[in-house]
């Protein structure tokens, strides 16, 4: 069975930091772009990143969250990371991680994504 386990989130101040991990099993990694989509309570789902399965320069960032969020993934290990910074009480939300092939992502759309995590809790206290 295929599976992606996020782990990393937490209870944090603002202006603190977190990193969350995302670590995909049973499927060809390198061939899917990782994405990070959350939810707040009360309200629907929000892209926040994708990466391309090539990595590098290939990140992509919502507004909200540009400059002070950054992904990255390291194929050998199946894992994408999200590493957040400055962290404000509205990033408080469920984190899932999703991986779509090739070129896809960049949406919150879930039909878009092959596959999804159960979600990582992350509440940034003001």
């Known amino acids: 069975e295929v599976q992606l386990v996020e782990s990393g989130g937490g209870l944090v101040q603002a202006g603190g930091s977190l990193r969350l991990s995302c670590a995909g099993s049973?499927?060809?990694?390198?061939?899917?772009?990782g994405s990070w989509v959350r939810q707040a309570p009360g309200k629907g789902p929000e892209w926040v990143s994708t990466?391309?399965?090539?990595?590098?320069?290939?990140?992509y960032y919502a507004d909200s969250v540009k400059g002070r969020f950054t992904i990255s993934r390291d194929n050998a290990k199946k894992t994408v990371y999200l590493q957040m910074n400055s962290l404000k009480p509205e990033d408080t939300a469920v984190y899932y991680c999703?991986?779509?092939?090739?070129?896809?992502?960049?949406?919150?759309?879930?039909?878009?994504?092959?596959?999804w995590g159960q979600g990582t809790q992350v509440t940034v206290s003001s």
């Open positions: 049973r499927f060809t990694f390198s061939n899917y772009g």
């Open positions: 999703a991986a779509a092939p090739g070129a896809y992502g960049c949406t919150q759309i879930r039909r878009v994504y092959n596959y």
């Open positions: 990466i391309k399965p090539g990595g590098g320069s290939s990140t």
